[in-house]
């Protein structure tokens, strides 16, 4: 909840409204201090009535309100603390309504550790905007009022705790479950889901009418889009309270930029022995077992398999070692059986590498589907010092014939 003041006058700039809302003089125990810098207090000069106004980040449904009444060391004798005081509360600044009569604010002791001393009742009522006007003091010796600190208690009606966090990035494309903590007493949840961020702002796109279920609600999003920020927020709805609809914030979060063909983090160094055991060597199937047609080897011979040390990003990559005396060194993988590359406007084929200057300049390549390939640019590739990214236009491939 945040709050912003307003008032007619201050006894000085140190004395503002802002210190009625910014915790100032309140110790861990929300005990306040007697110190006149930790306090509101009105010029003795300045018009009448005297007032103080609040005004909320967004509409609210206020429960409570509590007050710690001004506390100067002298206020037994000058009683400076606002005594009757009439409430007034507003959804938009223009209209006000009165909240009951008048209300009395309890005298502050005039001493440090004073707890707060007034409740006020809101009756559960909306509002953006609270004005408190001062009918007299606790001395009735001069024109002059105080409050020490301030606090607004609000029922939870809008949605709350939106899962995934706002500006959360690299989500997954497939499907996203939106989750949020539901406003109480809704009785539907009205989502705005766009890309458009305006159009969630001003609520130019139909939502999805969600029926209420628990106190955690979702939605799913469905396939999105690479590389995107979505917007959304969820209005809370109940047709039979006052205030129809409480409004959401919006939220956003960004999808992946790219899909992952391998990152090679999950492959293990369980024991060979064990059956459950993802070893890189088995995914990636190399000449280790036929070395008289295909000269590579993936992996290392004992754990760790995959390369720790050596990393493009994340914690592993994947080491392979060639001897093309008789003939090729390759491996291969069945990895993206279930991936169509087609999906999402992709178009290129990413490869990181990076070898080693004692290696011979062998041709690196790649084929997909057994049959269509392309060779490096880079005549010496596999004596690259440096981690270099390969991009490979996917529609080389679909000229040869295949399908990605």
Known sequence: MNLFTFLLSSNSADEG???????SGLNADDLHSVDYVDMWLSSI????????QYEFDRVYQLHQMSVWNHNSPFEQAFGLGVMDAAIEHSVYGTNWTTLGTTHEFTKAPGAAGYAQNTTIDFRDIAAKYVKITANSNWGGLVTQYGLSEVRFLSIPVQA???????????????NITLLWRAGREATEHNVYFSTDEQAVIDETI??????VGSSYTSYDTGELDLNQIYYWKVNEVNETESLTT???????FTTQEYLVVDDFESYNDLNKDEPDSNR????????FDNPAINGSVVGYASPPFAEQTIVHSGYQSMPMSYDNAVGKSEATSVLTSSRDWTIKGVDTLTIWYIGDAANAAETMYVVLNGSAGVDNDIPDAAQA????????????????????
């Open 385 to 404: 010092a440096v981690w270099t990214e390969w991009n490979i236009n996917l529609q080389v491939f679909a000229d040869q014939g295949v399908l990605y």
């Open 17 to 23: 409204p802002e210190k009625t809302i910014n915790g």
């Open 45 to 52: 000069t300045g018009p009448q009535p005297t007032w103080i």
């Open 246 to 252: 409480w409004q959401g914030d919006v939220w956003n």
């Open 206 to 211: 139909n939502p999805v009418r969600v029926p």
């Open 160 to 174: 709350r705790e939106s899962n995934p966090v706002s500006g959360s990035t690299d989500m997954d494309v497939d």
């Open 280 to 287: 890189i060597y088995l995914v990636w199937l190399d000449g």
